[in-house]
């Protein structure tokens, strides 16, 4: 079992930069991809990045390649979401979550965190 418990979210500036962090506890971690998703009010969780064990194979949604790097440290049992040049739309709580396979749903996530929220102001 993986327990998620995401910070760093908060308030910036449009064209600023923020980088939640995903702290994990479990020794599956490192076994595991990591993804991030994100919820605005009144919409559906979406996909935002995953990556891959190794951290060799990552990807991410369309509107925030370019923008987003997503990251992790085994030994810290850390995942990382970079966001530069945020956008407004960008405005929701954020979640890291876990899973056995590759994948952007997100019902095939089993572990996530209670989320945290990035703010961005126009």
């Known amino acids: 079992q993986v327990q998620l418990v995401e910070s760093g979210g908060g308030l910036v500036q449009a064209g600023g930069s923020l980088r939640p962090s995903c702290a994990a506890s479990g020794r599956t971690f490192s076994s595991r991809v990591m993804g991030w998703f994100r919820q605005a009010p009144g919409k559906e969780r979406e996909f935002v990045a995953y990556?891959?064990?190794?951290?060799?194979?990552?990807d991410y949604a369309d509107s925030v390649k370019g923008r987003f790097t997503i990251s992790r440290d085994n030994a810290k049992n850390t995942a990382y979401l970079q966001m530069n040049s945020l956008k407004p739309e960008d405005t929701a709580v954020y979640y890291c979550a876990a899973a056995f396979r590759l994948t952007v749903v997100p019902g095939a996530y089993g572990n996530w965190g209670q989320g945290t929220q990035v703010t961005v102001s126009s």
């Open positions: 990556i891959t064990w190794s951290g060799g194979t990552t």
